[in-house]
């Protein structure tokens, strides 16, 4: 009888592999893999943030709100009121024409006061002055998301491929490029996403270690212990607390993460022997997080609205001193005037979300956003006689977008499969940056607010490429389709952001070569 022959470890698949494998004990060759290709994509994200930030000079969408709201908000520590001619002004620098009477604005004031860091170093005189601290935001944004890669997957493509995609994606380059107040929320979203992940590694270390303890000294771990020194908490409470006071839509990430916390606590607690782990995360843990997180968060949101109670002219700051309410009586009738007018002013703000309707031709429903339908268009100024023009435009760039939506539903099948943490955590955080607009399907919204979930796109994608490169040892075969593919597809991804990025930063351009960018009649 004839014996099958011994089976031998898989070799690499290819030569790049064999080369590679020779090389990667070498300490330079390890460190030039680790952080070589992030350095890479730090400086692409740094050119394409910052390269003509200055121009267009020119007050672009929704920046003759925030950055001149920022401005007056610097000066008074609220927003004073501006008239229909001061962009002109504003632009030709004469900056001073705002008045002190207080105007109503529809979010918290810190996404303003990040705005207003430029204008202090920068001044007015140039756009620079109003878009420098979101684009340098923005590049934070991109360092972040690599970190965040990283510390899920432990995979240094997965790491490089993320932040690349960032980099190179116009929503993203854009959205770091204008005076707004949405990638300012998406940093701090994703700050107090990272700082929710290390305190998970962070307690659970500190339960496991009490578990040994006990069982050392023959005493029960039936119910578990709180644990109340939680330093990553906090900090992620801060960052949440700060994304709230840039847009209110950032309390949802600290309510879905704070839920996702305390249901890995329970498993967690299960892992390390704990008899009644539910129980335990839920009633002897889940009161100690909430009073780390909640009480922490809304003292950061208070505290965003420091100029606001310091002035005496702020917009309803004296609301029931003059007349325009009647104070609180009862079991209320001690809280503070000051306090009592800010809420008002909050009610007002939540009555101005939830009946915004005012059609926009730039509207794009939530349904449609991972499909790409109504990008915005924030700029465009024609010369030559419309020969040719200057363009902004959020068109993202669309392989990389369309191919975001399709690892989107790779990672739903992937997560019901295998139960991968990483892969579940990125599936929260799309829910908690876009499930919420569902909502408020009726409301005029804009396809950039994606780019607080785009992070967590861009790492799924990014983790669905990995899966298709194949390992260094899976057979020759299988290993150079996967890099023919994963290569083909970054290096047209490459090209459409090339052939994007004048539109992306209104470099002044041909009609015809504007007019070649409009895929879909949507896009016009």
């Known amino acids: 009888m004839r014996l099958p022959p011994t089976p031998t470890p898989a070799g690499p698949g290819t030569r790049l592999d064999a080369w590679w494998q020779q090389r990667r004990l070498d300490p330079r060759w390890h460190r030039l893999a680790t952080w070589g290709a992030p350095a890479i994509v730090l400086l692409v994200a740094i050119v394409t943030r910052l390269v003509n930030l200055s121009s267009p000079h ?52 810190l996404g303003k006061w990040v705005i207003a860091l430029g ?19 923005g590049i934070l944004l991109v360092v972040l998301t690599m970190a965040i890669a990283h510390g899920l997957f432990r995979s240094r493509i997965i790491t490089a491929l993320s932040g690349g995609l960032l980099a190179i994606d116009g929503n993203a380059i854009v959205m770091s490029r204008v005076a707004l107040l949405d990638v300012i929320l998406a940093l701090f979203c994703l700050l107090g996403v990272g700082a929710m992940l290390l305190d998970r590694a962070w307690a659970k270390r500190r339960i496991e270690r009490w578990v040994v303890q006990r069982e050392l000294g023959h005493r029960h771990t039936d119910w578990g212990r709180p644990i109340w020194w939680r330093p990553w908490m906090l900090a992620a409470a801060v960052a ?120 926009h031709s730039y509207q794009a429903n939530p349904l449609t956003w991972l499909f790409l339908v109504r990008p915005t268009s924030m700029y465009y100024q024609e010369s030559d006689g419309g020969a040719s023009a200057a363009a902004i435009t959020e068109i993202a760039n669309p392989l990389i977008w369309w191919a975001c939506t ?64 194949g390992r260094w040892n899976d057979p020759p075969s299988r290993r150079l389709t996967g890099l023919a593919t994963v290569g083909g597809f970054l290096i047209l991804a490459i090209a459409l952001s090339i052939y994007w990025f004048p539109m992306w930063i209104g470099l002044p351009m041909p009609h015809d070569f504007i007019y070649s960018h409009y895929w879909l009649r949507s896009w016009l």
């Open 58 to 109: 020119a007050l672009v969408f929704d920046e003759t709100y925030y950055a001149k709201d920022a401005w007056s908000q610097l000066h008074l520590g609220y927003e004073g009121s501006w008239t229909d001619g001061d962009d002109a002004k504003f632009l030709a620098g004469d900056t001073d024409v705002y008045t002190d009477t207080a105007s109503f604005v529809a979010h918290p004031p």
């Open 119 to 137: 204008m202090m170093v920068f001044g007015v005189q140039d756009a620079i002055g109003w878009r420098i601290s979101v684009a340098i935001v």
């Open 240 to 359: 949440f607390g700060a994304a709230s006071a840039v847009k209110w839509s950032g309390i949802w990430f600290l309510a879905i993460f704070a839920i996702l916390s305390i249901v890995m606590e329970a498993i967690d607690r299960r892992r390390a022997g704990i008899a009644f782990w539910p129980t335990s995360a839920v009633l002897v843990q889940g009161p100690v997080s909430f009073l780390l997180l909640v009480p922490l968060a809304a003292a950061v949101h208070l505290a965003s609205w420091t100029g606001w109670f310091l002035s005496d002219d702020g917009y309803d700051r004296h609301w029931t001193e003059s007349g325009g309410g009647t104070a609180w009586t009862g079991g209320l009738a001690w809280v503070p005037t000051a306090f009592q007018n800010w809420y008002h002013y909050q009610a007002s703000m939540y009555g101005f979300h939830v009946g915004e309707s005012t059609p």
């Open 406 to 469: 399709a690892a989107l539903v790779f990672l739903i099948y992937r997560f019901i499969r295998t139960r991968q943490y990483g892969v579940g955590v990125l599936l929260v955080g799309v829910a908690a940056g876009y499930l919420p607009w569902m909502g408020y399907l009726q409301r005029t919204v804009f396809q950039f607010y994606t780019i607080v979930f785009e992070p967590f796109l861009v790492i799924g994608l990014a983790v669905a490429l990995a899966h298709l490169l």
